[in-house]
Structure formats: structure tokens, C-alpha cells
């Protein structure tokens, strides 16, 4: 048992230095990254259960590093939130997506939808209103096509200051989503108490259908649920035309993952819709 640890040990000795000299990397570059342009947002497309119609689409950050390369969100959002630099971050993220929506609707591209996500730190009433609020009369963005993510831990925290500043950002028009459902620990109840308007079915009950029989238990019981309790049910991480035949079957009402499309660049995004929905 020793030696196995003594291994474990110097694996994770190894591992470590290459982790710490990427966190390194990283951080200085983090807090440099938003003046030096190099944060790019892709967008995912959101469709009606019957593939038909585009409903929307989410944002989905991606940094461009100078060393490392195209980063993805897992890789640097961590630390981000940890360093506090998710702020200035996600007020980027929120005003560049919404200036994107509107060169869309000028380019007479209709995307009816913006989801953006919101981080737990971003999740703080008076900024985030104020955020949310000069960066619909900037762009002059209809607030009802605005779509926030927000996590069931972010709720939980604090319920009665969440549902506050929920309902002040209801207040404004924006939509409500919650994201990643079926992860954390609350119940479809508990969240009725909060004013949502989406609920994101988690990929994890996705990648199992149509033919584990415990996950096509699950997800349906979810979007009866939710369908009862009158949320609008996205599932996400459709792969397949067998997942996405059994979701509409199941009642939920839009669709995202990759048999649709990744997410896109805003440029690959419009060739996308002008090629027409594909499936
Ligand atoms: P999320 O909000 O749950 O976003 C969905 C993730 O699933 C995205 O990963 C997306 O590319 C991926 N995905 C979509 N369809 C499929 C599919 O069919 N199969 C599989 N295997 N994956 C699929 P991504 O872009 O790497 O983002 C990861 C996470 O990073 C997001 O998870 C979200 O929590 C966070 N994130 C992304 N952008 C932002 C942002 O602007 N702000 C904040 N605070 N978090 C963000
Ligand atoms: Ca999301
Ligand atoms: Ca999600
Ligand atoms: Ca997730």
C-alpha cells in the first residue's frame, strides 16, 4: 500500500508542475485577456422540438490564448470565479452577445433568442441589475429576448435574496432559465418558487436515451413535471435523432447539442441559418 501511495504521489508531483505552470500561465494572461480582445463568444443553436424552427441560441465563452490555443470555458471559468475576474468577464460576455443579437437583426438574420450564462459571483443584485439593465437601453435589445442561466446552487445559497433580485430581473423583462436541472439536489417544487421560464434538462439524463430505461424514466418524468408546473423544458445535449424523436415524444418543447449543430462562431453561425435548419 505504500509503494501505491508513494506512485500516486509522484503522479500527481508530476502532474501538479504542469498544472501549476498552466495556472500560472493562465492567471497573468486571465486578467489581460479582456483588454487584449482575446475572448470570443460562440453561439449555440436552440431549436423547436420538431428541428423546424430556430428559437435561440446560447452563448458559450471561449478564449483565445496566444500559447495555449482555443480554451475552452471548463478550463479557465474556474478560475476565473476564484480571482473574481469572472465580473468584468461576464459584464463582457453580456454586452458583446447582446451587440451580436443586434447585428443580427440589422443583417435581417432573426435570432429570437439570446441564453447567456451567469456565474454565481455575477449573481449579486445591484450590479447585475444595472448590467442587465444599460446594456438592453444601449443596444436597445427587446429584454424579452434575453435569456439568463442561472444554477441551482445559485439559488440555494440565499432563496429569499434570490428571489428578490429574480423577480427585479423579471421586473425588466428578461427570461429566467435553470441550467444543468437534475444535478443538484432541489426539487421541481422548490424551484416554483423562484420565477423561471426555462428549464434545461441536464445532458447527463440525455446521453443515456432513448434506450437506458432509467434515464428515459427520469427525463420524462422531468418534463411532465415541468410541463405541469408550466416551465418551458430545453434538453441539452441532443446527439442523436433517436434522443431528439424521444424528447418530442416526451413534450419538451426545444432542443440543443450537436446533432443540430456545435456551437458556432457568429460568421459560421450565420452560413448555418442561411443553409437552413438541417435536420
Ligand atoms: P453549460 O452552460 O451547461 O453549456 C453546455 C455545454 O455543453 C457547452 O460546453 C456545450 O458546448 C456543450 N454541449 C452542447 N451540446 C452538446 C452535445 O450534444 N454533446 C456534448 N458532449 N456537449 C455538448 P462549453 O462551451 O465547453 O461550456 C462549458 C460550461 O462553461 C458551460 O456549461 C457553462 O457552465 C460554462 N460557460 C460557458 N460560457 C460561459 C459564460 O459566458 N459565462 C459563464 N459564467 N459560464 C460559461
Ligand atoms: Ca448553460
Ligand atoms: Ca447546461
Ligand atoms: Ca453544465
Not at 508542475?17 to 500560472?24: A, G, H, V, W
Not at 493562465?26 to 460562440?42: I, K, N, P, Y
Not at 447582446?98 to 435570432?111: E, L
Not at 418534463?223 to 441532443?238: C, N, Q, Y
Amino acid at each position: 500500500a505504500k509503494e501505491a501511495g508513494k506512485n500516486t504521489y509522484q503522479f500527481f508531483d508530476a502532474d501538479m508542475n504542469t498544472q501549476t505552470f498552466e495556472r500560472l500561465l493562465m492567471e497573468s494572461g486571465l486578467r489581460q485577456a479582456l483588454e487584449r480582445r482575446e475572448f470570443e463568444l460562440h453561439y449555440q443553436p436552440q431549436v423547436s422540438c420538431d428541428g423546424v424552427s430556430l428559437q435561440g441560441v446560447e452563448a458559450l465563452i471561449r478564449w483565445r490564448h496566444p500559447q495555449l490555443g482555443l480554451i475552452p470555458p471548463g478550463r479557465f471559468i474556474p478560475l476565473a470565479e476564484e480571482t473574481g475576474l469572472i465580473k468584468p468577464i461576464g459584464a463582457w460576455v453580456l454586452r458583446e452577445a447582446c451587440h451580436q443579437m443586434v447585428a443580427w437583426d440589422k443583417a435581417g438574420m432573426r435570432v429570437p433568442r439570446l441564453a447567456v450564462n451567469l456565474s454565481a459571483r455575477q449573481f449579486e443584485q445591484q450590479t447585475l441589475l444595472n448590467e442587465v439593465n444599460d446594456v438592453l437601453a444601449v443596444t436597445g435589445l427587446a429584454a424579452s429576448r434575453l435569456e439568463l442561466e442561472i444554477t441551482e446552487s445559485m439559488l440555494m445559497q440565499n432563496p429569499q435574496e434570490a428571489i428578490s433580485l429574480l423577480g427585479e430581473l423579471k421586473a425588466l423583462g428578461v427570461k429566467l432559465s435553470i441550467d444543468d436541472f437534475g444535478t443538484g439536489y432541489s426539487s421541481l417544487s422548490t424551484l416554483k418558487r423562484f420565477p423561471l421560464d426555462y428549464l434545461k434538462v441536464d445532458r447527463s439524463f440525455i446521453e443515456g436515451l432513448p434506450d437506458d430505461d432509467d434515464s428515459a424514466a427520469i427525463t420524462e418524468a422531468i418534463i411532465a413535471m415541468a410541463r405541469k408546473l408550466h416551465f418551458t423544458v430545453i434538453a441539452e445535449g441532443v446527439e442523436t435523432a433517436e434522443q431528439g424523436n424521444f424528447l418530442r415524444q416526451a413534450g419538451c418543447a426545444i432542443l440543443q447539442g450537436y446533432f443540430f449543430s456545435k456551437p458556432l462562431s457568429a460568421a459560421a453561425l450565420e452560413q448555418w441559418l442561411a443553409a437552413g435548419l438541417q435536420h
